[in-house]
């Protein structure tokens, strides 16, 4: 049955593609509007002198968040330093993972974290995984924006915490898909909308509000489109926006999210839109 020609947006940016043949595939009408594009921080200064301290020996710990975010690490890394000379420093200091992807990013370096946050990936799985690590120099590489509740839960047991600005999320360069996505919303176009990256929401809201339609997209958002978040990361933002969440999958994978959100959408719908 799946979604059984609902209409579903996707916000997805990198995978857009595979997220519309997911969505067709499990009976869905799909609308994929790119969202988002990472944007290396210009001034790299920041970076290098992160480096600098940790050829030093200046950190225990270093934090990886994410994989695009570890990989242009290195490439930045690597306009002053030797190739291969962040690998080297990393294999002397403790490495944290936030999931599979930076972890896929060491492996193309020839390492291996020493410690893997667990599903669902988020601050609180990997402040329970270094728990008891005697480090306390801690570097944490951020992500489209900042981790506050991660650099203070370090803090909080005493370390000296170094944030490492990668890269940083904007609005795509061509925010057509994005606009008419707004405008159909507000419209009432659309079952089911899907969230698979936390900054989705504040982007689509900021859109909505260019348009002229931003209280309408946010009421159809809280009163008839079923929400769906890829994990707790991305539901957390998106209550912070006021819209909230209608359902996440068992585990934060795009397939999965796909295919359990089309298993459960028209009782979700259903049930949104009469009230309970």
Not at 80 to 98: H, I, M, S
Not at 248 to 262: C, D, F, N, Q
Request: glycine share 12%.
């Amino acid at each position: 049955m799946g979604f059984d020609g609902l209409r579903v947006l996707s916000l997805e940016t990198r995978r857009g593609a595979e997220m519309a043949t997911l969505i067709r595939n499990q009976g869905g009408v799909p609308f994929v509007a790119a969202s988002l594009r990472d944007v290396a921080v210009e001034e790299i200064e920041g970076v290098l002198r992160f480096a600098q301290r940790l050829f030093s020996g200046e950190f225990d710990m270093v934090v990886l968040l994410t994989g695009v975010g570890t990989r242009a690490l290195e490439k930045m890394i690597a306009t002053r330093y030797p190739e291969g000379e962040f690998a080297a420093a990393l294999r002397r200091v403790t490495v944290v993972a936030r999931g599979p992807k930076p972890s896929a990013a060491l492996r193309e370096m020839g390492l291996t974290a020493d410690i893997l946050a667990p599903e669902p990936n988020t601050w609180k799985e990997l402040l329970a995984a270094t728990e008891g690590r005697t480090g306390r120099r801690v570097a944490v590489q951020e992500y489209g924006r900042p981790s506050p509740e991660l650099v203070a839960g370090f803090e909080a047991r005493g370390a000296e915490v170094t944030t490492v600005r990668v890269y940083q999320y904007r609005l795509p360069e061509d925010t057509g898909p994005m606009r008419r996505a707004a405008r159909g919303l507000a419209a009432g176009e659309f079952d089911v909308a899907m969230f698979t990256t936390a900054m989705q929401g504040p982007h689509l809201l900021q859109i909505a509000g260019e348009e002229g339609v931003g209280a309408e997209v946010a009421d159809q958002l809280r009163r008839r489109v079923v929400v769906a978040s890829i994990g707790p990361v991305c539901s957390d933002v998106l209550e912070e926006c006021g819209i909230g969440t209608d359902f996440a999958p068992s585990h934060p994978k795009m397939g999965i999210l796909v295919r359990e959100t089309a298993e459960r959408a028209r009782a979700l719908v259903e049930g949104k839109r009469g009230g309970r």
